[in-house]
């Protein structure tokens, strides 16, 4: 299996922009999980799913971010419109049910917002 | 709520030196307990994980750590770091069955030093 994917890798925008980032976790994987990374506040969860439904979004920081997961092989984490104090590392996990901690992570999205 | 607390931010250790990460944790209960690596543009890799039993847990690229519930750790140890070992170090812990919001520390950066 190839793992976790995540598109793009790096993204640079301006800040007012759309920005969307993707994923499309590990085949037969359960769960989908959505973390930010920044120095200031370490890695924190935003939003996870089971069965392409969301669980618990209490982690989104604002309005501003919405996430969807329209089918088991892909998910995507919108911002709209980004602000520079979004800029950090987004990463996407995915995860067995019977195994749901062992949470496999994509290589992360580094996003720049100027 | 649960916690994690790494106090170290970064440990420079010489390479065939032991080594000792730090783990604290703040929960009720027992909880389940993990620790995850994540090299430089990598994402999260799950090293050893705790559930119950032995609290002497074994782990990939020879590490390990112990459970001490009378002092609320679970530090990670290896015998003789090697340079590959250089990366970010996260403990995490999770509710007992309620596997699925982990929350993870902030992390330890290891150096490894020739």
């Known amino acids: 299996d190839a793992g976790v994917i995540q598109s793009p890798r790096h993204e640079v925008t301006e800040m007012g922009q759309e920005v969307t980032l993707r994923c499309k976790p590990i085949?037969?994987?359960?769960?989908l999980f959505w973390y930010r990374q920044t120095m200031m506040r370490g890695l924190e969860l935003l939003i996870y799913?089971?069965?392409?439904?969301?669980?618990?979004d209490s982690g989104m920081p604002e309005d501003r971010f919405s996430a969807k997961m329209p089918n088991a092989s892909f998910s995507t984490l919108k911002i709209q419109p980004s602000e520079p104090r979004d800029s950090a590392v987004y990463f996407c996990?995915?995860?067995?049910?019977?195994?749901?901690?062992?949470?496999?992570f994509g290589p992360g999205t580094r996003l720049t917002v100027t | 709520a649960q916690s994690v607390t790494q106090p170290d931010i970064h440990i420079t250790v010489s390479e065939g030196a032991s080594l000792e990460l730090r783990c604290n944790y703040s929960?009720?209960?027992?909880?389940?307990l993990f620790w995850y690596v994540q090299s430089p543009g990598q994402g999260l890799q799950l090293l050893l994980k705790?559930?119950?039993?032995?609290?002497l847990v074994q782990g990939i690229k020879g590490f390990e750590a112990e459970f001490k519930r009378s002092q609320s750790s679970f530090n990670l140890r290896k015998p003789s770091v090697h340079w590959s070992d250089a990366a970010e170090y996260f403990c995490?812990?999770?509710?007992?069955?309620?596997?699925?919001?982990?929350?993870f520390g902030t992390g330890t950066k290891l150096q490894v030093i020739p």
């Open positions: 799913f089971n069965n392409n439904v969301p669980i618990d």
């Open positions: 705790y559930f119950s039993g032995d609290t």
């Open positions: 996990a995915s995860s067995f049910r019977d195994f749901a901690y062992e949470q496999y």
């Open positions: 929960y009720g209960a027992t909880p389940y």
């Open positions: 085949s037969g994987h359960d769960y």
């Open positions: 995490a812990v999770c509710p007992a069955g309620g596997y699925q919001k982990v929350t």
